[in-house]
């Protein structure tokens, strides 16, 4: 049932534009949960709830918790998390993530939001970050434009988020508290671990 779900979820995304993580970039998070132990995860951007499903139902032991600003998505979220009876273990919370407060720590937190925030939303959830706990981002590829000449992009706002996103890659290179390596796979995945 989930398998088939999990099929639907992706044509739904294809079909509604909605920017779900790639194949390899949600296997490769699946495996690192898996290497890592993980068990709480905090994800911020939960679109349809598409990530959030393949981890929570692919272990025993994890649990969800997920946070999406736009109702129709979060409602969407949250039918596809009760079809497969995954309420138990996914928590959604519908909200902006700057505005949001939570004070429980997670040994995860998957950033997946609006790409220009990334650097506020990693100062303002590290605090919920266990010791060892993990940061991942997604997008800092940003469909490649991120690896451009600046200049050759045409548009004003992609402009405006690809130096957003070099902001973030430098401030993950140059923060002292954190080791960051970047995975050419997906749209670009980044893993920051606690020093
Ligand atoms: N993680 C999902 C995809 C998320 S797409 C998956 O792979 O299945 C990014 C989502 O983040 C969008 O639905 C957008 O509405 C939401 N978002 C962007 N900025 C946000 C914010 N500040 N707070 C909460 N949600 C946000
Ligand atoms: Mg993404």
């Known amino acids: 049932m989930v398998d088939n779900k999990i099929k639907e979820l992706e044509e739904y995304a294809k079909i509604n534009n909605i920017p779900i993580m790639q194949r390899d970039g949600i296997e490769f998070i699946l495996e690192f949960i898996k290497e890592k132990n993980i068990q709480n995860i905090l994800e911020i951007g939960t679109a349809i709830g598409y990530s959030a499903i393949r981890m929570a139902s692919s272990f025993d032991n994890v649990k969800v918790v997920s946070i999406e600003r736009d ?94 996103i070099k902001d973030y890659i430098d401030f993950l290179n140059n923060n002292d508290k954190y080791e960051t390596i970047f995975y050419k796979l997906g749209d670009g995945v980044s893993v920051s671990k606690r020093k």
């Open 71 to 164: 109702k129709e998505r979060y409602l969407e979220a949250l039918k596809n998390i009760d079809q497969l009876q995954l309420a138990d273990k996914i928590t959604l919370i519908f909200g902006d993530a700057l505005d949001v407060e939570i004070t429980d720590k997670f040994d995860l937190i998957f950033i997946d939001a609006a790409k220009a925030q990334n650097k506020k939303l990693f100062l303002k959830y590290e605090n919920n970050l266990c010791d060892n706990g993990y940061i991942i981002t997604d997008n800092l590829d940003f469909h490649g434009y991120v690896s451009m000449n600046i200049e050759d992009i045409g548009s004003k706002n992609i402009k405006a988020l690809v130096r957003k």
